[in-house]
C-alpha cells in the first residue's frame, strides 16, 4: 500500500531489526497516554515479523514510521491486530489509517474466517475499526482464550479488569464478524454514536478508577466505621 507520504508493506525478515525500536516506542506510547498495553518483547515481535504477520511502514525517505501485527486465539476462530504504533514524526498524518487497513486486508487474507476483534480506549482507532466493519461489542463476545487474558497482565488497568471478572474494563470491545456481513446487516454508525461512545469511556474512567483508589476505614468514637483517604 502506498500513500504519497509512506509505503505500508506485509513486513518479511529484513525488517526484524526495527523490532527494539517498536517495541520501545509501544512503551513510551502507552506511558504518555496513561494507558497500559500487553508488553511485548523484540523476540517476540520478531517472531511476528518471521511469520509473515506484521505489517510495517517506512517514509519515503526509508524511515521507519509504524507497525502493527497479527494474534490468534481460540485456534484461530479469532484474531487480533495488536501493537499498533506510529513513530512520534509521523502521528496525526493518516498513517494510522492505512497501517489498519493493511493489516485488516492480511488478516482477511490469512484467517478469512476468522473473528477480528480489538480493545481499544481511543476514539480514533473506534473510527478506524468501525470504517472498516467492525461493531462495538460486549466483552463476552470475544476469546475466552486464557492466553489472550494473560495478556492484559501487564496492563495498568489490569486490576479493574479482574475485579469486573473480565466482563468489562476501561477499553471498548469492538468486533468484525464474516459470518455477519455475508448477511449484510446495517453497519454501525460510528458518526452518529461517537459522542455517545466518547460520554460511555469518560463514565468508565471515572467510575473504574474509583476502585483502584486507595481507602481505609477507621473506627469512630460511636463503634461506627468511616472512610478515610489512604494518602
Not at 49 to 64: D, L, M, P, R, Y
Request: aromatic share 10%.
Amino acid at each position: 500500500m502506498k500513500s504519497s507520504k509512506f509505503h505500508v508493506l506485509e513486513a518479511v525478515s529484513a525488517h526484524a531489526q526495527y523490532a527494539e525500536q517498536i517495541c520501545h516506542e509501544m512503551a513510551e506510547s502507552a506511558k504518555a497516554r496513561g494507558t497500559g498495553i500487553a508488553r511485548r518483547t523484540p523476540e517476540y515481535i520478531q517472531q511476528k515479523i518471521q511469520e509473515g504477520k506484521a505489517v510495517i511502514a517506512f517514509s519515503k525517505t526509508g524511515e521507519w514510521a509504524g507497525f502493527c501485527y497479527i494474534e490468534t486465539w481460540g485456534h484461530g476462530e479469532y484474531v487480533a491486530n495488536s501493537g499498533l504504533i506510529v513513530s512520534p514524526a509521523f502521528r496525526k498524518s493518516g498513517l494510522a489509517r492505512l497501517i489498519k487497513k493493511k493489516i485488516f486486508k492480511l488478516s482477511r487474507k490469512k484467517y478469512p474466517e476468522a473473528k477480528i476483534f480489538g480493545l481499544t480506549t481511543g476514539l480514533a482507532v473506534m473510527k478506524i475499526n468501525s470504517e472498516l466493519g467492525y461493531e462495538p461489542v460486549t466483552y463476552s463476545e470475544l476469546t475466552t482464550d486464557e492466553e489472550f487474558w494473560k495478556g492484559c497482565q501487564s496492563c495498568v488497568n489490569f486490576e479493574i479488569l479482574k475485579s469486573k471478572e473480565r466482563k468489562n474494563c476501561m477499553c471498548t470491545a469492538m468486533l468484525y464478524d464474516p459470518k455477519l456481513k455475508k448477511k449484510k446487516l446495517p453497519a454501525f454508525d460510528f458518526t452518529r454514536q461517537s459522542g455517545i461512545l466518547e460520554r460511555l469511556t469518560r463514565i468508565k474512567q471515572i467510575s473504574f478508577l474509583k476502585l483502584l483508589k486507595p481507602e481505609s476505614k477507621t473506627s469512630s468514637k460511636n463503634g461506627k466505621e468511616k472512610s478515610s483517604s489512604g494518602i
